[in-house]
């Protein structure tokens, strides 16, 4: 238990619907991440808000829409997916900051799968 | 070239072996070095970091860095059945945009 919760865990969905991944920290942490996990590739970074405020976005398709209302939580909408969104997704948090020196901490993920 | 790369196994080590990890990367700048593990379904934990050349030994664990060769390294001792388990480096950097790479991880074997 890492103080990072996903829900849901698993989800299947349909290309045409629309559903949302929420992510909650009990750490105290400041800096929310949205990583992408796909078998035999390197996890990618999706999104990163730092203070509530987006810092990073890696070029993600705009079916990807991130949201974080406060320090503790963080969504991530899902609309109108390929099959090749299927994947493991992860939330992570940590210090914020610019200081490298903030290690992450990993929720469990939400396998996703479209069909 | 990646910026991030590890070989992705498998290792395979005997129990009570040392498990040499390695990882290599492209971006000079970058300044903090990390070592997360990841059992088969789950999400990644942190086992070390490091920032400063040298070693840092944290029980059975020893991250090594050396940012000229732009080489870090986790040294596992005395492997354990329950260390198998891929294991993933990640570099990050401030300088300019922020960069948290993370490499394709190796899969570790520790036989009995």
């Known amino acids: 238990e890492t103080g990072v919760t996903q829900t849901p865990r698993h989800l299947v969905m349909g290309m045409t619907n629309k559903k949302s991944l929420k992510c909650e920290q009990h750490?105290?942490?400041?800096?929310m991440y949205w990583y992408k996990q796909s078998a035999k590739k390197p996890l990618e970074l999706m999104f990163v808000?730092?203070?509530?405020?987006?810092?990073e976005n890696n070029s993600v398709p705009s079916r990807f829409s991130p949201e974080c209302p406060n320090s503790s939580h963080l969504f991530l909408h899902l609309h109108t997916l390929q099959p090749e969104d299927s994947a493991l997704y992860l939330c992570?948090?940590?210090?914020?900051?610019?200081?490298?020196?903030?290690?992450?901490?990993f929720g469990p993920g939400t396998r996703l799968t479209v069909l | 070239q990646k910026e991030v790369e590890q070989n992705s196994g498998p290792l395979s080590v005997p129990e009570g072996a040392i498990a040499s990890l390695n990882c290599t990367y492209s971006?000079?700048?970058?300044?903090?070095f990390f070592w997360y593990r990841q059992y088969s379904g789950k999400s990644p934990e942190l086992i070390m970091f490091?920032?400063?050349?040298g070693d840092k030994e944290d029980g059975r664990f020893t991250a090594q860095l050396n940012k000229a060769s732009q080489y870090v390294s986790l040294l596992i001792r005395d492997s354990q059945p329950s260390d198998s388990a891929t294991y993933l480096c990640?570099?990050?950097?401030?300088?300019?945009?922020?960069?948290?790479?993370f490499g394709t991880g190796t899969r570790l074997k520790v036989l009995a």
């Open positions: 992570a948090s940590s210090r914020a900051g610019q200081s490298s020196y903030n290690e992450q901490f």
């Open positions: 750490l105290g942490h400041n800096a």
């Open positions: 808000y730092s203070l509530e405020e987006r810092v």
């Open positions: 971006d000079r700048g970058s300044q903090s």
């Open positions: 490091i920032y400063s050349n």
């Open positions: 990640a570099v990050a950097t401030t300088s300019g945009t922020y960069k948290y790479i």
